[in-house]
């Protein structure tokens, strides 16, 4: 048991179950039972960090109650500093994926060559292939880290596109009606 916490502790990334299991020899359920072990042991309000699982990963990480004297301790530049283009774009992603660029212009009516950099530069996004058609386009799709970011375990655990829309739908109407005022704006000016 103290082997396998030793070594996702060690590990600056998130560790696979399979290295695991290569690195310590334990079976499938052995390992098993030390990771629920563990993950309970750390769910305990005594310790400050907490195991958490992506798509078969495990990683060591801070509870969220302490994010504030984290944050003050190391300067950190969070992602939530995303634009507003940013995160509808990995939304488009996160519901849609696999998607093109030009799939997700359609949908946004702008271009997001810029945008998609930047969530690759986070590594929020990643190419995933290229699409059987004429130019075979890249495709993207989230990452873990997108899933850690979030704090979910995987795509399932997205809330339904359905309650999203509703959650936003003041948001969505209201940026809709501003968009429909600066483009009878442009168009005056063009009479003018």
């Known amino acids: 048991m103290a082997l396998v916490e030793a070594l996702i502790f060690s ?22 039972r ?3 072990y563990l993950d309970k042991k750390y769910q305990s309000l005594e310790f400050g ?4 699982e992506y798509n078969n990963s495990y990683l060591f990480q801070t509870k969220k109650g302490f994010a504030a004297e984290i944050e003050q301790l190391f300067d950190i530049t969070k992602v939530s500093s ?19 660029r030009s799939e997700i212009e ?20 990643e190419e ?8 075979n386009p890249i495709i993207y799709g989230t ?30 109407e209201e940026a809709a009606k501003k968009a429909a005022a600066e483009d009878k704006k442009e168009d005056e000016e063009e009479i003018e």
């Open 11 to 32: 590990s600056k990334k998130k560790l696979p179950h399979q290295v695991i299991k290569e690195i310590t020899s334990f079976s499938d359920e052995k390992l098993e």
């Open 143 to 172: 990452t873990d880290q997108f899933l850690e970011y979030l704090d979910i375990e995987d795509l399932n655990d997205l809330p339904e596109i359905e309650k999203v829309e509703k959650l936003f739908a003041e948001e969505i």
């Open 106 to 125: 359609e949908i946004r009516g702008v271009s997001v060559e810029r945008t998609l950099s930047t969530l690759s530069k986070y590594e929020l996004i």
């Open 82 to 100: 995303l634009s507003t283009a940013s995160m509808e774009t990995l939304a488009i992603i996160a519901y849609r994926q696999p998607v093109t």
């Open 128 to 135: 995933v292939g290229r699409k059987e058609t004429i130019g």
């Open 34 to 36: 030390i990771i629920i």
């Open 49 to 52: 960090i907490q195991l958490k």
